[in-house]
């Protein structure tokens, strides 16, 4: 078992961001106890990335609201109204699919058993669009105290950033100051991430998946999937 755990940006964000689709695996991986650490790079791509995210995910929940208004007619809504908003408005590629088909699903149970009016999902609609500007993780003492930022400095490993398959943007650079981290601690460390595509998965011609790549030459111990893949 890991004893301490580094994280990417996508974990970062999804422990902030409720509605983001990674939020509760992020969440439960962050308070499980063991220390996670941002090294500089994830610190910085995380600042740049977390208005952008939540912007996003704003306008999403704005436009979702937008059709649900014009395109649904029951009213009440009857537990087969509330499936089809979830077949027809909602989407599994939209970062907020998750949290909204959760929250559909807990209104066609109600539906059952009260009235559920048109403008009460209208009126909750509007304000899952302004929560996504609050932190997560408030009534927890906050997302950032949950984070450790490394400050203790990052060597270079041109042997290691040689051997790695992980090439896409600023993730080789993620990798090199988790390894760097290992290092330091001298304890089992993980990774977590929710880019299984860049740091988890086999990829062409490559002769083993990146995951087993990062760990035959850096000094991680695990990788841990920390993304939503679907499942409801």
Known sequence: MCEANVLDTGVMLGVTIEKDSHH????DYVTNG????????VRTEYERKKTGIREDLN??????????????????LTPS????????LLDRDMKSFRYLNKYYQ?????????PIQKVEVE???????????????????GAESFFIDWDKGIESYPDVQRNLL??????????????????????????????????????GNEPVSREENI??????????????????
């Open 123 to 141: 009126m909750d609609l509007e304000e899952m669009g302004m929560e996504v500007w609050e932190d997560a993780a408030e009534d927890k003492g």
């Open 81 to 88: 109204a509330i499936e089809w908003v979830c077949a027809e």
């Open 106 to 114: 807990k209104k066609r149970d109600e539906s059952r058993v009260r």
């Open 166 to 203: 992980i090439h896409e943007g600023d993730d080789p650079q993620v990798c090199l100051e988790a390894h760097h981290i290992a290092i330091c601690l001298d304890s089992p460390t993980e990774i977590g991430t929710t880019n299984s595509t860049h740091f988890i998965d086999k990829h």
């Open 34 to 41: 063991e220390p996670c650490y941002v090294s500089p790079t």
């Open 24 to 27: 509760e695996l992020c969440f």
């Open 215 to 232: 760990l035959e030459v850096t000094r991680l111990e695990s990788v841990c999937d920390l993304a939503w893949h679907g499942r409801i």
């Open 59 to 76: 306008q999403e929940i704005v436009e979702h609201r937008g059709a649900f208004v014009e395109e649904v007619e029951s009213d009440p």
